[in-house]
């Protein structure tokens, strides 16, 4: 038998790694390792990205390394870190780069400072815990770039709606975005549905380039077959494009439209401004003619007018107007246009004709001539006005802007001086605007003098007292026109006012005894006779009367005054008892008489008169005496 130890040495060893295994297995037995790897990381490029790969559970050595997957499935190592006494030391394996594209923070996650398209691979974690077992994860990076602004290059050409076949429209172009970006087609704000596949109605074909940056450009190009609806189409295309999270976005190109060629279908002809509704026009005036057809691009319009049953050609414009200048009577009749389009259907009509119809109207006539007299309260001879025109003429009278009538005749009869004045004959056509003409004469009325006087300015309440000074005023009117006189010097020469046919003179003077008894005439006059009126002023007060009395009230004034004075001057005496005696120092004895400066004797009652006169008797002081 062999020993013990030596069994177990020899035939133990695999037994040892068996279990070695089953510990590794089997969680009870010893702690697995366990990663926490997201699976998906979206950026959007030149975006700094970090790659996690945490360790669960409690490990105490362990080894992480990252490893880059490539296209074909081979790993490249790119970094790897070591976690002992609770440290994680690592380093990047692309050492020869003085600015590695990965670096590896101390949690052991793969950081990438600028995300690329090219960096857009499967990232693995590997973590080996020896014993405790090998764990692996994988993280996928996916980087995103927003295109640039969508191009559209439309067909520039003319194309034919008479194409049965789908015609290149547009190519449309999304450059630099990742992943490539989808284009779809819009026709006036609706989408278009287009396949792939070719067809003779719609289809598009699509090409994706990568560009040297590791971008995607798409291009589409668009092939529609076309209508005459669509002449006026707006066209345009859009790139759709995604974001990080699910995100998307839209970059729509600028609009544009398409130059078609198609027959025409029909034909308008029309007679443009300034003709009325029933197609007339004003002689002198410039007529424009108008044609247009619904064909493109634009035809030749041919011009003609209808005379003996045969065309005469006028014009050719492509255009499609032409001009009448100062249009004449003679050129009423009938005018045409014809489209010059030879891909119009046969059933088409391509020619148009309108009639012309040039209004006209000549010179108004009078029976009488421009200046007609009639003599006062006799009747007027009728007056004709005749007027020559196409459409006939509407005639209408009125005097002074006031209508009279409507007709050819004019009858005034009872004439006064207020028939005079002008009268007009206007003739016009309702249907044709601004096409009147007109012609007048003035009626002068013959015949004595018809007199207004007007009243006194002012005109007293009292009467009026001599030297007043009043203004008069009188008006006439007659044919010839009158003559105004007045029986007084200083009237004003005769003026119109007063309305027509109206004048007037004024004269202002002072009233007088003599006025008041006599008056003041007025008279006018003419080759037909004469009117006047006199102005009565009635009693006139005399200036004197007024005069005496005011130097009356003036002399009682005086008087009463000097009585008020002499009052006063009692009231003072009486408060005085040593009046008619001298002063006491320098008195002469009782007896003998006061001299004077002259020497002379005057008695007491002197010294009243001359102190009235000279305001007292001064003493010797320079005061005033007494006075008696």
Not at 461 to 490: H, I, M, N
Request: charged share 20%; glycine share 10%.
């Amino acid at each position: 038998m062999e020993p013990p130890g030596e069994g177990l040495g020899v035939r133990g060893t695999p037994r040892l790694l068996w279990l070695a295994l089953l510990l590794v297995v089997h969680p009870g037995v010893q702690a697995e390792v366990q990663l926490s790897v997201p699976p998906l990381v979206e950026v959007m490029q030149g975006e700094p990205v970090t790659l996690d790969c945490t360790v669960l559970g409690d490990l105490d050595q362990y080894m992480l390394e990252w490893f880059l997957t490539d296209r074909s499935g081979a790993r490249r190592r790119l970094a790897s870190a070591e976690y002992r006494n609770s440290k994680l030391q690592g380093s990047v394996d692309d050492s020869g780069s003085l600015d590695p594209p990965y670096q590896l923070d101390s949690q052991g996650r793969l950081v990438l400072n600028e995300a690329k398209v090219g960096d857009e691979r499967d990232y693995r974690c590997v973590v080996k815990a020896g014993a405790a077992g090998t764990a692996e994860a994988t993280t996928s990076l996916r980087v995103f770039a927003k295109p640039e602004a969508t191009e559209v290059s439309p067909n520039k050409g003319t194309l034919s709606v008479m194409e049965e076949l789908a015609q290149e429209i547009a190519t449309c172009t999304s450059r630099n975005g990742n992943p490539a970006p989808q284009i779809s087609w819009y026709r006036d704000g609706q989408l278009l549905k287009v396949p792939m596949e070719m067809n003779q109605d719609r289809y598009m074909t699509s090409r994706t380039v990568r560009e040297a940056s590791g971008l995607l450009s798409l291009t589409s190009t668009l092939y529609l077959r076309l209508h005459k609806k669509d002449r006026n189409a707006s066209f345009h295309c859009a790139a759709q494009y995604n974001l990080p999270s699910g995100q998307h976005g839209r970059l729509d190109s600028p609009a544009f439209h398409l130059t078609l060629h198609y027959p025409t279908e029909h034909v308008q002809f029309w007679l443009g401004s300034p003709s009325t509704t029933g197609g007339w026009v004003r002689e002198g005036d410039s007529v424009h003619l108008f044609c247009q057809g619904d064909g493109s691009p634009n035809p030749e319009y041919t011009f003609f007018r209808m005379q003996n049953n045969q065309e005469k050609s006028l014009n050719v414009s492509l255009e499609g107007n032409f001009t009448l200048k100062e249009v004449q009577r003679d050129q009423s009749g009938t005018y045409g246009c014809r489209v010059e389009d030879y891909d119009a259907a046969e059933e088409v009509q391509l020619v148009k004709t309108l009639e012309l119809h040039v209004a006209y109207l000549d010179p108004l006539e009078l029976s009488v001539e421009d200046q007609l007299p009639v003599f006062l309260n006799s009747s007027l001879t009728p007056v004709h006005c005749s007027a020559q025109g196409l459409p006939k003429p509407t005639l209408r009278w009125t005097k002074d802007s006031v209508p009279l009538g409507d007709g050819p005749t004019l009858s005034i009869s009872d004439i006064t001086f207020d028939s005079a004045g002008t009268y007009l004959c206007e003739a016009f056509t309702p249907t044709v605007p601004l096409l009147s003409r007109t012609r007048s004469f003035r009626l002068l009325v013959q015949g004595p003098p018809e007199l207004k006087p007007l009243e006194m300015e002012p005109k007293p309440k009292d009467g009026w007292t001599e030297g007043e000074e009043v203004q008069l005023a009188c008006s006439a009117r007659g044919y010839p026109e009158p003559t105004l006189t007045w029986s007084q010097l200083g009237g004003t020469p005769a003026e119109p006012s007063g309305g027509p046919g109206w004048v007037s003179s004024v004269l202002t003077l002072k009233v007088t005894s003599a006025l008041g008894r006599e008056g003041v005439s007025c008279e006018a006059s003419n080759v037909h006779g004469k009117s006047s009126h006199v102005f009565h002023f009635g009693t006139v007060a005399p200036q004197m009367a007024q005069a005496g009395v005011a130097v009356m009230a003036v002399a009682v004034s005086v008087g009463l005054l000097l009585l008020v004075v002499a009052a006063f001057y009692c009231m003072r005496r009486k408060g005085r008892p040593g009046c008619c005696r001298r002063a006491e120092k320098g008195a002469p004895p009782p007896g003998e008489p006061e001299l004077s400066h002259s020497g002379s004797e005057r008695p007491e009652h002197t010294g009243l008169l001359i102190g009235g006169a000279s305001g007292g008797v001064r003493s010797g002081s320079g005061g005033f005496g007494d006075e008696c």
